[in-house]
């Protein structure tokens, strides 16, 4: 019997520095209204200070704005566009 001393022995000791990068930036977006914008792939809000978007991928177009600022998007397939 030898006792050996491991000092890799300590569990994770990084908790709380995880980063989830499942979820979506929705989380980092101040409530209130924004006025989105499409640019390329992506939904950009110009009316904050600071500028946020997030990814909405090729397929989808914003065609419009619901009351609250919400945007609509559409698929391209259902607009008519290939
Ligand atoms: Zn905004």
């Known amino acids: 019997m030898t006792h050996t001393t491991k000092s890799n022995q300590?569990?994770?000791?990084?908790?709380g520095e995880l980063l989830d990068f499942?979820?979506?930036?929705?989380?980092?977006?101040p409530s209130g209204?924004?006025?989105w914008i499409q640019r390329g792939y992506y939904l950009v809000c110009k009316s904050c200070e600071l500028e946020?978007?997030?990814f909405i991928?090729?397929?989808?177009?914003?065609?419009?704005r619901e009351k609250d600022g919400k945007p609509i998007l559409k698929r391209r397939k259902d607009l008519g566009f290939v």
């Open 10 to 15: 300590n569990p994770e000791e990084s908790q």
């Open 33 to 35: 209204f924004h006025e």
């Open 57 to 64: 991928g090729p397929e989808k177009l914003m065609v419009g």
């Open 22 to 29: 499942n979820k979506p930036s929705f989380k980092f977006i």
């Open 52 to 54: 946020h978007g997030f």
